[in-house]
């Protein structure tokens, strides 16, 4: 039966999330080893931090030559939050204006010094990390919310202004931001908008191709692209701004976001559902698109290891907010603007759930802490296999029926080998249901490359197999360039190789990263 939500429930903290203290992985160049270093490129020399020393301030230039990673100053950029990419970069800039990125680019290109562009650093395919000695430009110092207009609900805000800055700058003004996730208090806006971030919210507001009206982006020669228009509707000419939507900083720096914004719900209802197989979780999303339709905001699902984790390993202390046990759990979310028109819906919605026996129990948030307290049982799964040892992430899409189906199989292969529960620990799957997103997950031994590589090619392969796709919403980085070949046609690597090498004709932006052989 339904309950409403009594215990007493911690308040999910928001704010930047935490690595975990352990061993450094091993230098990405020592893992991916058909990926060399190109001689294109030139060492970094004091002249040239004596340049950048020029354009920036002292304390925004980081120059560590140390060799030992554990006490390199750089080390936090140079590694991403799951420790799974290393670079070994000698220098990190943080510039605070357009112009600062523009002399810097143009400098790079000319005496060929490649380039990362890096945000907040929680991107999972390692492509804000180096793969060698690239320059890192963060973006955390351009911080500035531009313009916000009450009307349109257009925003315009430097690349760096972290998502839930940028949220909580607009709710006093009754807006809220189109996409939410799990790292949203440390995710910026240009990383967001760099790897075309999906996130709890896409069914609901579409991903950022539609969202984002235009975009200020640094060419690798230094030209200022000012396409930071905020009109809802714009048809001239090609719509340059959306080859930069997802181009993983291949093609250029965002330095600016013009983002379209919803008006921030009235009335926000969550609840948890228990439910004994992946065909019910289905079942409850499909009556949730018929009894909930234009108010569903969001419908998330994981399996019942994903669940006993995040309770071992993060919320200790909480209860589980269902107390029978269950195959599957989904989170279901509704945005709208009246109350009690929304909750006569989800109320006919749980109790045609209950009737059908679709789901046989469940909870109800009751107020907004609630809500908070049952969001972090789903979003915190990523840090609780981060905390557990090694962790591989997949974000694999595909057709919904087929979603579980995939962690079945893993689990499946590695058993019948004997590998399931001694290599391969902690195997879990969640993800959107709304948006055919998996993201599977597992522990191996410490950085064991040899197990990290099986699964890769078979989790992959499985992916390519059932017409799906490698990666949903995290991108392809360095992670997944080695399978580019496998998923996209040789026509449609031609053209990304065109056009990279149109507008980048040296290669200095994110190389080896995204699109295979561009150098
Ligand atoms: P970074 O990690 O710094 O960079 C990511 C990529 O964008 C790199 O290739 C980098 O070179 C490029 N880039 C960054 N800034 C710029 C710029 N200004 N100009 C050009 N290129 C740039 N992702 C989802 O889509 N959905 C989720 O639900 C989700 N949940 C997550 C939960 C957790 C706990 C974590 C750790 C990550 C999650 N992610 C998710 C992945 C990640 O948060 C997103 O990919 C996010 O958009 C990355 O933003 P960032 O600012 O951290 O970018």
Redesign the pocket.
């Known amino acids: 039966m339904f309950r409403n939500c009594r215990q007493s429930l911690r308040l999910f903290h928001t704010s930047r999330?935490v690595r975990a203290q352990k061993s450094l992985t091993p230098l990405t160049s020592d893992k991916i080893t058909n990926i060399k270093r190109s001689d294109k490129f030139k060492q970094l020399e004091h002249s040239d931090i004596d340049y950048f020393q020029t354009i920036l301030t002292t304390n925004n230039v980081i120059h560590d030559g140390e060799a030992n990673p554990e006490i390199s100053s750089l080390t936090p950029y140079n590694t991403?939050?799951?420790n799974l990419h290393r670079g070994s970069s000698k220098l990190c800039l943080f510039p605070t204006e357009t112009t600062q990125i523009s002399k810097i680019l143009k400098y790079c290109n000319e005496k060929k010094l490649a380039v990362?562009?890096?945000?907040?650093?929680?991107?999972?395919?390692g492509?804000?990390n180096p793969m060698f000695d690239e320059i890192i430009v963060n973006?955390s110092k351009m911080n500035k919310i531009r313009s916000f207009d009450p009307i349109s609900g257009v925003a315009v805000a430097d690349?760096?202004v972290v998502l839930e800055n940028l949220d909580n700058y607009l709710a006093p003004l009754g807006y809220t931001v189109p996409l939410d996730?799990?790292?949203k208090g440390?995710?910026?806006?240009?990383?967001?908008?760099?790897?075309?971030?999906?996130?709890?919210r896409l069914m609901r507001f579409g991903n950022l191709h539609g969202n984002v009206l235009g975009l200020e982006?640094v060419l690798p020669d230094g030209t200022i692209l000012d396409n930071l228009s905020t009109l809802r509707k714009d048809n001239t000419g090609y719509d340059l701004k959306q080859l930069?939507i997802g181009?993983?900083?291949?093609l250029?720096?965002?330095?600016g976001v013009s983002l379209l914004t919803p008006r921030k719900p009235k009335a926000v209802n969550i609840a948890m559902l228990a439910l004994d197989s992946f065909d019910a979780v289905q079942k409850a999303f499909v009556m949730a698109k018929e009894d909930l339709s234009e108010i569903l905001s969001a419908f998330e699902f994981w399996d019942r290891e994903s669940m006993e984790l995040v309770k071992r390993v993060m919320l200790q202390d909480s209860p589980y907010p269902i107390e029978a046990k269950s195959s599957f759990y989904a989170l279901l979310e509704t945005q709208g603007s009246r109350q009690e028109h929304d909750q006569e819906k989800i109320d006919a919605y749980l109790t045609r759930l209950m009737e059908t026996d679709v789901a046989h129990d469940g909870v109800m948030a009751q107020d907004a802490k609630q809500t908070n307290a049952l969001w972090q049982w789903r979003?915190r799964i990523?840090?609780a296999i981060v905390k557990s040892g090694t962790a591989m992430t997949y974000?694999v899409a595909m057709d919904v029926q087929l979603l579980y189906k995939m962690v079945e199989d893993v689990k499946q292969h590695y058993g019948e080998r004997g590998l399931l529960d001694t290599t391969y620990t902690n195997v879990i799957g969640f993800g959107?249901v709304g948006d055919g997103n998996l993201h599977i997950m597992a522990n191996i031994p410490d950085h064991d490359r040899k197990a990290q590589k099986d699964m890769d090619s078979y989790v992959y392969d499985w992916a390519i197999k059932h017409n799906g796709s490698i990666t949903a919403?995290?991108?392809i980085?360095v992670a997944k360039v080695n399978y580019m070949t496998r998923c996209k046609t040789e026509a449609q690597i031609h053209l990304m190789q065109t056009l990279k090498k149109a507008i980048d004709p040296n290669g200095i932006m994110?190389p080896y990263?995204?699109v295979p052989g561009t150098l």
Do not use: M, R
């Open positions: 999330i991403d939050f799951f990362v562009p890096q945000g907040g650093n929680t991107g999972v395919s492509g804000q973006t690349a760096g996730l799990g790292a440390s995710c910026q806006i240009g990383g967001n908008v760099s790897t075309n971030a999906g996130g709890l982006v930069f181009a993983e900083g291949t250029g720096l965002v330095t979003e990523p840090e974000d959107h919403e995290h991108g980085g994110n990263k995204a």
